[in-house]
Structures are given as C-alpha cells and as structure tokens.
C-alpha cells in the first residue's frame, strides 16, 4: 500500500457572505415595504427596525424634493450621507450603520446600489463592483483571519477566476462556480505540496497532477479528493520507480504495474494489497476490465516513457 500525507483541503473553511443590507440570505426574504429604498425606509432596511429618521440639506426650490447633497440621521445615530435626486440615492453615498458598526461607501442609482463600493464591519470588508444588493463582477473579501478573496462574483457568489487564501497561507487559483471551486485550478499548499488540475464543487475531481515536496508525484484522475482511475504514482524518476494503474479511493485497486529501477512486475491489486502477480499479456487481459483497455498500453515501458517524456517530467 503507498502511503502518503493526506492530500484533502478542508474546503469548508471557505467563508461566504450575504447581502451586506440585513441578516436575510437574498433579497426574497427582504419586507416588500423595504425594496423600494426610500430615504425614509432606507434605514430600517438596513437595520430591520423602524426608526424615524431626519433629512438636512438641499432640495428643489420648486418641487422641494429632496436634490443635491444631503445627510439622513436617524434616532440610534444611523447616518446616510450622499446625494440626492427627485428623492432618490444617485451617486456617492456613505452609509453609517451603528447598530452592527458597519459602514458602506459607494455608487448608488435610484436608491439602489450600482457601481463601485466598499463595505466594512467588524469582522470582514467587501469591495467591489455591484448590481442592486450583490456584488457582481470584480471585486474581493477578507476576514478578520485574513482569509481573502479576490475574482470574480455573480450574485454575490464567487464565480469565474479568483483567487482564495486561507489562514494558514494555503492559496488556490482558479476557476469557481456557485460559490465553490469548480473548473481548472491551482492549490498551492502551505507545506509546499500543489495540486493542478480539474476540480468540481470544492473537490479534486477529474485529471490533475499531485507534486509533493519529497519529489513524489501523482498524475492520473481524482474523485473526491481522492485518486481514483488510471493514474502514475512515482517516487523517482531517474532510475524510474513508480506504481501505474487502477485506483479507487486513494488506493490501488485493479491491475498494475510496480516498476523499480526501471524494471516492471505486473500484479493484481485490491483495496491497496496485492493479491496476486501477473504473468505475460494474456493474464493482465483476464483481469483488466474492458473500459479499462484504453489504458492499457500505459501499462508498458515504451508508451509509459514516452507519456512521461510528453509531459516533460
């Protein structure tokens, strides 16, 4: 059995954020009375409380709508500081929120947010281009364990390339989709081990290359995190010494090869044992699966070096 340091992520350290206007997850949830963003009710979405609330500054003279720079305070000293049209938000606007000590300074449209804006509370920042009440676009996080993120939002999830860093230093590249890592990608490890390859929804999954700081290497598939299908394990190139075969589960589990200083012996695996060696092509035929064969010719030196020589290893 080939042992080696786990190689799983924990993925589930990977933080998200709701909209930054309330504690509900999406604006469904949202008071129908509260979408409209009216000066006046523009407090109480943010904080979910009604408190009355006062305008100082300019207005039309004709209308007397609110137009032009002016401030809204509010009884628990809530504070919006922006300018006005036709009673409404457009422009740029700081918004002061005392009850969760947050602040938001950015683009807003028709009372609504639209363009660039920073929010920051106290225990994490967003900026970053956004579309009502989400970020979309480019934009970034980061979180009072320096956990960071920096790419691209749809909704205000993470989707498209970005970049996340966990505390421990621990860095992936890549491409994501619904908040997860989903599509090619890079993970750069603290302790110097790097994966590059496919992944989908937060896990190792599909054709990817393992590289660990000893110089051992896996090239092959991956199903959860996991070595599982045809893949090459080495731990050292020249003279060759390696495993190629089956796997499933992170061990090897199927018909191999165990090739050290260069010479191969093939052997039937299961569960990470070996059961049995195999002698001559028709005994590897009988216990290679049939979706298998397509892999086979990997199983002997010539095709296997030059793989390995394609993949400039």
């Not at 401030?71 to 700081?94: H, P, T």
Request: glycine share 10%; with cysteine.
């Amino acid at each position: 059995m080939i042992i080696e340091k786990k190689i799983t992520l924990n993925k589930n350290r990977i933080k998200t954020t709701g909209t930054f206007f309330s504690n509900y997850s999406d604006t469904s949830d949202v008071p129908k009375s509260a979408i409209s963003l009216k000066p006046e009710i523009f407090g109480y979405f943010l904080r979910k409380s009604n408190k009355t609330c006062n305008y100082i500054g300019e207005k039309d003279k004709i209308t007397k709508k609110k137009c032009g720079y002016g401030i809204v305070k509010w009884d628990d000293k809530s504070q919006l500081f922006g300018y006005f049209k036709d009673n409404k938000i457009y422009g740029i606007c700081k918004f002061i929120n005392s009850q969760n000590k947050s602040t938001f300074i950015g683009e807003y449209e028709n009372n609504i947010p639209k363009g660039y804006g920073k929010y920051k509370c106290l225990d994490y920042e967003k900026e970053g281009y956004w579309e009502k009440y989400f970020l979309n676009g480019i934009g970034y996080e980061m979180w009072d364990d320096l956990s960071f993120y920096q790419g691209n939002y749809i909704k205000n999830k993470k989707d498209g390339i970005g970049i996340y860093r966990w505390p421990d230093q621990t860095i992936y590249h890549g491409e994501w989709k619904d908040n997860k890592m989903s599509g090619f990608g890079i993970i750069y490890y603290n302790d110097k081990r790097c994966y590059h390859g496919e992944m989908l929804n937060g896990n190792m999954n599909g054709f990817g290359v393992f590289n660990w700081p000893n110089k051992h290497m896996y090239i092959g598939y991956f199903k959860y995190d996991l070595k599982s299908g045809f893949g090459i394990y080495t731990w050292q190139m020249k003279p060759l010494n390696a495993f190629v075969g089956f796997w499933e589960k992170g061990k090897q589990n199927g018909v191999g090869a165990k090739i050290i200083n260069g010479n191969f012996k093939y052997g039937f695996w299961n569960n990470g044992k070996k059961e049995c060696w195999l002698k001559g092509d028709w005994e590897i035929n009988k216990y290679l699966n049939y979706k298998d064969f397509v892999y086979k010719k990997f199983l002997y030196k010539n095709d296997l070096m030059n793989l390995l020589k394609s993949l400039d290893l």
